[in-house]
């Protein structure tokens, strides 16, 4: 079975498919590469498995440069309300908003207090936007992941991990 190899400073294997719907290994510098292979072949199953899922979730989420555009706008002209009204709400202010392409990053906060946010988002449940939206803002306070930061979100959002778990 084919896969990318990544050789790494560490200390496990790691199995993933990519968006090209490669096999990923991720592997200690010093692993042999029959040890790499017999790990390959073991979990062929799961790979087969995850690279359906996969293709069936890239099939289902792609778009046109015209819906593209379409979910642009509307992601700019939604985030922007949600993000005024939490900022308000929770007194805090930001420098601007800029929408993405990003896949991986639903949503960031510069040092500066600027958000971003990936036009996917605005395919999700607006529980899970507004979860994103808090979460960004709760960063202009706490620059990390903290027990406080995740405090402050609880106070605007005390289903916060339900919400989180809506984007997985």
Request: charge should be positive; aromatic fraction near 10%.
């Amino acid at each position: 079975m084919d896969y990318k190899l990544i050789r790494a400073k560490r200390k496990t294997i790691e199995l993933s498919i990519d968006d090209e719907l490669n096999a990923v290994v991720k592997a200690p510098l010093k692993m042999s590469t029959d040890d790499i292979n017999a790990f390959v072949e073991k979990h062929s199953k799961w790979i087969e498995k995850h690279r359906a899922e996969k293709k069936e979730r890239l099939e289902l989420y792609s778009v046109s440069p015209e819906q593209e555009s379409m979910l642009r706008k509307e992601a700019l002209s939604y985030l922007t309300k949600r993000t005024e009204y939490f900022a308000k709400l929770m007194g805090l202010q930001y420098t601007g908003i800029k929408i993405t392409s990003a896949k991986k990053r639903f949503g960031s906060c510069s040092g500066k207090n600027s958000i971003c946010y990936s036009w996917h988002l605005i395919m999700y449940p607006p529980e899970a936007i507004d979860y994103v939206v808090v979460h960004e803002l709760a960063h202009i306070v706490h620059k990390n992941h903290g027990k406080d930061f995740y405090k402050l979100i609880e106070n605007y959002l005390p289903d916060y991990k339900n919400r989180e778990k809506l984007l997985k």
